[in-house]
Structures are given as structure tokens and as C-alpha cells.
């Protein structure tokens, strides 16, 4: 992958550096997108193009499911395999000026872990198959963790980011 003007990226990579905790994968998205380039930018935009998805947690983790089938949505937590790891300032396509990777929402950072909100549709905790009205990731993307999303205390209506 390329570095655009302004980019800056690290003298060494991530991926090949000692972890400070070990992460394991409870399954993978199913999603209709096989490639980056076909790959929704966010829920909003995956939303947008109507196509479902699903979750299939391995059989060691279904039990884990027990009670999820109370939520109306869910955040999911993925590692995006795919991202590269070692940019620091990112100049995004619509962006004049080059971010920090923290102050962006992009996939490329040194811990490419994915946040996602979507509406559970169904679950069927024997087959471990979470049904979703949306995923912004590709086919096979591994999946970290599932926790049910309250309004009631994830939701902030204030909350902005100012334009730069």
C-alpha cells in the first residue's frame, strides 16, 4: 500500500513487535463484501446498501450467547487483519491536511480492532449465527467480543467532533 503525501509511518511494524496481551478470535463475519475496495466506509454506509450479515461464533464461545437474545443492538468488536499497522498520520482522501491516526476513525492503526454497532435481527445461540442488518467489514473478518448496546448508557447526545 501506498503512503500519500503528508503520511507518516513508523521505522518499525507493530504486528512484529512483543504483545502485551494475547487476543483470541470467537469467530468470523460472514458479510457479502470479499474485497476492501467493495467494503462499505462505516455502518452508515453499509446500512445504506441493504445487505444483511451475520456472526458465526465458534461452538467453545456459543454458550456465551446465553441471554444476547434480550438486545436489540450489539457491539462487536473485530480485528481488521487486513489494515496496515504502522501509519501515524493518515491523509484521508476528503482530508486537506494529513490526521493523526488517532483522530481518525480509520482502519489502518497500530491495533486495527474494529467498533460496530448493529441491529440484531436473530440469534441462534446453538448454531452460534448472530443476524445482522448490516456489517462495514469483509467476508471472514475476524471477531474479538460481543457486548449487548444500552442507549440508556452508550448513547451520548452531545457528544461531537469538531470539522479541522
Excluded at 16 to 33: E, L, M, N, Q, Y
Aim: with cysteine; net charge neutral; hydrophobic share 40%.
Amino acid at each position: 500500500m501506498t503512503i500519500r503525501e503528508g503520511e507518516v509511518a513508523l521505522t518499525f511494524d507493530p504486528a512484529k513487535t512483543a504483545s502485551d496481551a494475547s487476543v483470541i478470535f470467537i469467530g468470523h463475519f460472514r458479510s457479502p463484501w470479499t474485497s476492501r475496495d467493495e467494503c462499505p466506509r462505516n455502518m452508515s454506509a453499509a446500512r445504506e446498501r441493504a445487505l444483511p450479515a451475520s456472526v458465526e461464533i465458534d461452538p467453545r464461545w456459543r454458550s456465551g450467547l446465553t441471554g444476547l437474545e434480550r438486545a436489540s443492538h450489539v457491539i462487536i468488536l473485530s480485528w481488521l487483519h487486513e489494515a496496515r499497522r504502522d501509519l501515524m498520520l493518515q491523509k484521508p482522501r476528503h482530508a486537506a491536511s494529513a490526521q493523526g491516526t488517532f483522530s481518525l476513525r480509520s482502519p489502518v492503526r497500530p491495533n486495527p480492532i474494529g467498533l460496530h454497532i448493529a441491529r440484531l435481527l436473530s440469534l441462534n445461540i446453538e448454531e452460534g449465527i448472530l443476524s445482522l442488518d448490516a456489517i462495514d467489514v469483509m467476508d471472514g473478518t475476524p471477531v474479538i467480543d460481543i457486548k449487548p448496546y444500552y442507549a440508556s448508557t452508550d448513547a451520548i447526545s452531545d457528544a461531537v467532533v469538531s470539522k479541522a
